[in-house]
């Protein structure tokens, strides 16, 4: 599999809830707005719509502990400060490390915090995943994060990937025995399509799907229109595309429409997923307080549905 990868406005737009206007002038969000904002992932974990995805905060190649730990962790608590409720990890992302971050910079965990977290993608090196949804490895896996996490039992907990070796039927098994021991609250899949999902959910209930999508890449549609109508969270990896903070400033069109609006091409993208669906969790992820910054100001960009439509035209 290859490597996973997954952004200043500041001030009162973001603390006092004002919106970000295609010329860059803030006004107050109405209260029929702000309802938009959240979902609830599984009817009872109410989530802002915007949360933060906990990969990039390790080495390179996804691997051992950043250089800067300290920064990493000043980076979780001001993701935190600036209203997300969602953060998003896995077991392999390190591996161990982002878990472990996690714990260090937020625990004892403030209330209506969720953390969802990943298991059955192994790491025998930087760059490398390979698949292990065994159910006594997922059995394990769900233990140490728990350990990891410092928690008694995980929001959600999702199956990292389908392992080719593995009947998804068995995989989940072991998924549900952890869920009805209760050290699982709901269970999310990762990396799968329609198929898969309705297999799984005959096993266990499934509440969110993680997938690759972004503005300029949609082979997912059929996934989230699936959960659309099924009432599940969507959480879109690599929201502004691949390879690093600016994958999407590399489309021309994009660029060009988010300039004429003051905005960056990544928030024109994270803010265009959330106008896309309303069962739709980016996750965008960062080392960088100035780029988490820049990200969350995206949740207020507002316009209207024709002018949507025509981002949506300008894809890479």
Same mark, same amino acid.
């Given at each position: ?34 309802? *938009? ?5 599984? +009817? ?23 250089? !800067? ?32 971050? $996690? ?7 403030? =209330? ?5 977290? =990943? ?19 997922? *059995? ?5 994060? %728990?350990?990891?996490?410092? #928690?008694?039992?995980? !929001? ?30 709901? #269970? +999310?899949?990762?990396? #799968? ?35 659309? =109508?099924?009432?599940?969270?969507? %959480? ?5 595309? +691949? ?20 905005? *960056? ?20 992820? *960062? ?22 439509? =025509? $981002? ?5």
């Amino acid at each position: 599999m290859s490597e996973i990868t997954r952004r200043k406005f500041l001030g009162a737009s973001l603390i006092g809830g004002a919106t970000i206007l295609a010329g860059g002038l803030p006004r107050l969000v109405s209260a029929t707005e702000r309802s *938009t904002s959240s979902f609830t992932i599984g +009817g009872d974990l109410n989530v802002n719509r915007l949360g933060f995805g906990a990969m990039r905060l390790t080495g390179e190649g996804i691997w051992g502990w950043p250089p !800067d730990r300290e920064n990493a962790k000043k980076v979780l608590k001001r993701a935190l400060d600036l209203g997300v409720n969602l953060i998003d990890t896995a077991d392999a992302y390190g591996p161990e490390v982002s878990e472990l971050l $996690i714990a260090e910079a937020l625990h004892p965990y403030p =209330k209506g915090l969720v953390i969802a977290t =990943k298991g059955g993608l192994t790491r025998p090196g930087p760059g490398q995943w390979v698949p292990d949804c065994r159910p006594q490895h997922l *059995t394990e896996a769900i233990d140490k994060s %728990l350990k990891r996490l410092k #928690v008694d039992r995980i !929001d959600v907990y999702q199956l990292h990937t389908v392992d080719r070796h593995v009947p998804i039927e068995e995989s989940l098994g072991a998924i549900k025995a952890a869920r009805d021991a209760g050290k699982i609250r709901h #269970v +999310g899949l990762s990396n #799968v399509d329609v198929k898969e999902i309705e297999r799984a959910r005959k096993v266990v209930p499934i509440v969110s799907i993680q997938n690759r999508y972004n503005i300029s890449d949609r082979d997912s549609e059929d996934v989230l229109k699936y959960c659309e =109508k099924e009432k599940m969270g969507f %959480l879109p990896w690599a929201p502004i595309g +691949g390879s690093g903070h600016g994958a999407l400033s590399r489309s021309n069109s994009l660029e060009e429409e988010a300039k004429r609006r003051n905005v *960056t091409s990544v928030q024109l993208g994270l803010a265009w997923l959330l106008w896309k669906s309303p069962v739709m969790l980016p996750i965008p992820g *960062t080392s960088k307080i100035e780029h988490l910054e820049q990200n969350m100001a995206a949740a207020k960009i507002q316009l209207s549905d024709d002018e949507w439509k =025509k $981002i949506e035209s300008a894809r890479a």
